[in-house]
C-alpha cells in the first residue's frame, strides 16, 4: 500500500476516536514508519513513546509524546485492504490508550 494511502487510513482511525478523547489529545504527533529501527522486529505494529497523560505534571515540561505506527508489520498480518484499515484503527487505539494511561494488561480487557 502507498504511504499516503496508509496515512489516510491512520487520519481516519483518529477521527473515529470518540470526541471527548479527541479533545483532551494535546502535545502528541502521530507518526508512520516502515518498522522499527531495532529489536522487535515483525511483531511490533506501533509504538507509545512519552509521558501518559496520567502522569503529566504541569510543574514539569515534557516534550511532545508520540505515537508510531509502523506500516510494514501491520501490512505483513493482513491479508487485504479492508484487514490494513482495521489493523491500522486498533493499533491507533491500542497506542492512544498507552496515552490516556491504560496499560497493556487493562488494554487487553477493552
Known amino acids: 500500500m502507498e504511504r499516503k494511502r496508509f496515512e489516510q487510513l491512520v487520519e481516519e482511525a ?9 479533545a483532551k489529545l494535546e502535545n502528541i504527533a502521530v507518526l508512520v514508519e516502515d518498522a ?3 529489536g522487535h ?8 513513546q512519552g509521558v501518559p497523560r496520567t502522569k503529566k505534571s ?6 511532545p509524546a ?3 505506527l509502523y506500516q510494514k508489520n ?4 493482513c491479508r487485504s485492504d479492508a484487514e490494513i484499515r482495521e489493523q491500522v484503527r ?21
Open 90 to 110: 486498533l493499533t491507533v487505539w491500542h497506542e492512544f490508550g498507552h496515552y490516556f494511561g491504560l496499560s497493556e494488561e487493562e488494554l487487553q480487557h477493552l
Open 66 to 68: 508520540r505515537i508510531i
Open 36 to 38: 522499527p529501527r531495532r
Open 74 to 77: 501491520i501490512e505483513a498480518i
Open 58 to 63: 504541569v510543574f514539569e515540561a515534557t516534550p
Open 41 to 48: 522486529g515483525k511483531r511490533l505494529l506501533g509504538v507509545f
Open 14 to 22: 483518529l477521527a473515529q476516536l470518540p470526541a471527548g478523547l479527541r
